[in-house]
């Protein structure tokens, strides 16, 4: 009696080995380090970035522990924190803005770990440090954006449809439409009132002055806030998309209230590169190639992306903007030829078919507009040399193709060169797109002191509850006690194991999460123990251990399935800290129930199995 199989054993060891292992690179301290990427995102760092950045560490004599190309950017780990600052101030005063640079902290994982999947836990902003932006997006841009555009629809409508109009134009957020007639003034007000009808209600607040044959209008609350959600909805996937470009480590992109993106770089502890990133959002024009009957006014020089010696005119109205845009991939013409597959929504597609129907044959360009910084090297009040950046926005064309068919919602871009280059373009499409302008109304840096010490008193506290729940259990409960002490010490080993195979981010919350699965683990212990107790007033010990174990779990096994509901419960609704500790706690669970139940008994089966038992200390 009370003996397990040697495949329940076997069992055991298999998780506690794997646990372990996947556990163990956390023991392993970080570097300093940091990593290098273009500013320009079509570009991958290469071989000759790296003989650039080799060239500037031997002339300034800087101690670099290793340099490695790594996804698309060049990472340089440092053994002192010195070095790392040393090197990313000089990298940065050599090549300005040709490249991005982010401080960042690089494991140092034995290879043999790596190749097998472990790496350590993820940290949190609260203990690894970073920077935290809180962004406004600026809605009255986006819906004022939406306005020449709509008046343009709407004026090619009513010319096609024949309603004549002597004066229009857009008056602060509203459109005014003054019509030549009577007759003109009804129509064209009956077109109106059919364009506002939506599925959750009207489009448009409209004023009718039919003394003037003059119609005023705008968007109603319900189209604003759809332009709010989309703008920011569309921000916040731009966003995401571009602060990964780094690498950050878990990096935390959402939203919060009705028109605010919360960025948090976890391990990042330089702002200005931070906003460099955020800065590299985008937006994308799609307009018309200007013509011999074009007027001067009505139409722009660019140059091209990839050949600045090539340039080409553009009409200034914009037809569609790449907040339209919905899907881009890449596909191949008739000839084997690279292109590029654009979806644009039902109010982008409306917008190209009207702009296409009668310019089949002329070409369509689409213009990359991006935010850009531009940086020099200047004095500040002291007399200290620093790095000064000024904004600017630079608009290029990526793509100039002949419009072959009246296009709708779906059409494709040829003439984008290689396969490479045509996947980078559908990556900008997909990608960089900005609804709408935002602006830093917070910004805060957590410095890595203030998380190394959240670190060492989360671990304290952790250490503190351990040994007082060892010294409890080993009073009370003797050789019993220091089996689920054993068993404690394992839980804690597998909960990292497994958050550091799920890649779960470890937070300050979460570390009080671990601290109440400590508790608990215990407590599912103190049951079975105090069961063995009530067996033993009625059975012989072997017995009273056996059934123990059995009756106990069914307790143990209820209590814990409720809390783990709990725990999925706040994990689904919650955010940030809430979650942190909902991971935490819903992992302790598991393996608490685990080590408690499982591994005690294998310990105590292995101490008592099988032995006559005269009598049980317990």
């Given at each position: 009696m009370?003996?397990?199989s ?17 556990a163990?690179?956390?023991?392993f301290?970080?570097q300093?380090?940091?990593q290098i990427a273009?500013?320009d ?8 970035l ?7 560490i031997l002339?300034?004599s ?5 340099v490695?190309?790594?996804?698309n ?6 053994t002192e924190?010195d070095?790392q600052?040393?090197a ?13 640079i ?14 097998i999947g ?7 902003l ?18 004022e954006?939406?306005l020449d555009?709509l ?6 409508t ?5 309603i ?11 459109l005014?439409?003054?019509f030549?007639?009577?007759?003109s003034?009804?129509?064209g ?7 506002s009808?939506l ?11 039919p003394?003037?044959n003059?119609i005023n209008f705008?968007?109603?609350d ?20 571009r602060v ?7 990096p ?7 028109n605010?993106?919360?960025v ?16 590299k ?5 799609f307009?018309?190639?200007a ?5 001067p006014l009505r139409k722009?020089?660019?140059e091209f992306?990839e ?8 009409e200034?109205?914009?037809i ?8 881009a991939?890449?596909?191949f ?18 917008a ?6 009668g310019?089949?044959g002329?070409r369509?360009g689409?213009?990359f ?7 020099r ?19 290029k064309?990526?793509s100039?193709?002949?419009v072959?068919d009246?296009?709708?919602?779906s059409?494709r871009?040829?003439g984008?060169?290689?396969p490479?280059?045509?996947s980078?373009?559908?990556?900008l499409?997909?990608a960089?797109?900005?609804?709408a302008?935002?602006?830093f109304?917070?910004?805060r ?7 190394k ?6 671990m ?5 509850g351990f040994?007082l ?5 080993t ?8 089996a689920?002490n ?17 890649g ?7 570390i009080a999460?671990?601290?109440l699965?400590?508790?608990?683990a ?14 033993l007033?009625e059975?012989?010990p072997?017995?009273?251990?056996h059934d123990?174990f ?16 709990a725990?999925?419960?706040?994990y ?8 942190g500790f ?5 992992i302790g ?7 408690a139940?499982?591994c005690?008994?294998a310990?105590?089966?292995m ?12």
């Open positions: 009370n003996r397990f040697y495949t329940k054993y076997f069992f055991i060891l298999t998780v506690l080995i794997t646990g372990f292992l996947y163990l690179p956390n023991i301290p970080t300093p380090a940091i273009y500013t995102s079509g570009k991958s760092a290469d071989q000759t790296k003989n650039e950045i080799d060239e500037i002339n300034n800087i101690a670099v522990d290793e490695f190309l790594r996804d950017k060049l990472v340089l780990k440092f924190l070095e600052l040393k990313k101030t000089l990298i940065q005063k050599s090549l300005l803005d040709k490249v991005i982010a401080l960042n902290l690089e494991p140092s994982t034995p290879d043999w770990l790596k190749n472990g790496k350590p836990l993820k940290l949190g609260d203990l690894s440090g970073g920077v935290h932006f809180l962004l406004e997006v600026d809605v009255d841009t986006a819906i954006a939406r555009p008046l343009d629809s709407f004026r090619k009513f010319q096609d449809e024949g004549n109009i002597s004066k229009s134009s857009v008056d602060g957020m509203q005014s439409f003054t030549k007639d009577d007759a003034y009804q129509k007000l009956q077109n109106i009132q059919a364009d009808i599925p959750t209600g009207t489009q448009y607040i409209i004023y009718e002055k003394s003037s003059t705008e968007y109603s319900i189209a604003k806030k759809e332009v709010r959600d989309y703008a920011v909805g569309q921000n916040l996937i731009t966003l995401r998309n990964n470009e780094l690498g950050v480590s878990e935390v992109v959402q939203r919060e209230g009705a605010r993106i919360v948090e770089l976890p391990g990042v502890q330089d702002p200005t590169s931070a906003k460099k990133i955020i800065g959002t985008a937006n994308l024009e307009r018309l190639e013509n011999s009957r074009t007027s722009e020089r660019f992306k050949d600045q010696m090539r340039t080409a005119f553009l200034r109205a914009v569609v903007s790449g907040d339209r845009v919905t899907n991939n890449t596909g013409d008739e000839n084997g030829m690279s292109q590029v597959n654009i979806t644009l929504d039902m109010q982008g597609g409306r190209m078919q009207k702009a296409t129907s310019n089949i002329r369509l689409v213009l507009v991006e935010q850009k910084s531009r940086s090297i200047g004095f500040d009040e002291g007399g200290n040399e620093v790095i000064k950046q000024t904004s600017y926005i630079e608009k064309i990526i100039l193709a002949t072959q009246v296009l709708g919602t059409f871009i040829t984008v060169g290689s490479q280059e045509a980078e373009l559908a990556l499409l997909r960089g797109a900005l609804a302008p935002m602006k109304v917070e910004e840096t957590v410095g890595p002191s203030l998380g010490e959240n670190i060492e008193l989360g304290r506290s952790i250490i503190i040994i729940v060892i010294a409890f259990m009073f009370y409960y003797r050789v019993f006690g220091l689920a054993v068993s404690l010490l394992l839980n804690l080993v597998l909960i990292t194991g497994v958050m550091s195979m799920l779960a981010t470890l937070t300050l919350p979460g999460g671990i601290v699965t400590v508790g608990m215990v407590d599912a212990n103190v049951l079975i123990f105090s069961r063995i107790r009530e067996e007033k059975k012989e072997q017995s009273a251990i123990g059995s009756r106990a779990f069914i307790t143990i096994f209820d209590a814990n399935i409720t809390t783990l509901i725990a999925l419960i706040l689904v609704i919650g955010t940030g800290p809430v979650k909902a991971i935490t706690l819903s669970i598991v393996t608490s129930m685990f080590t139940i499982m005690t008994r310990m105590v089966n101490i008592y199995g099988n032995k006559n038992i005269k009598e049980l200390k317990i």
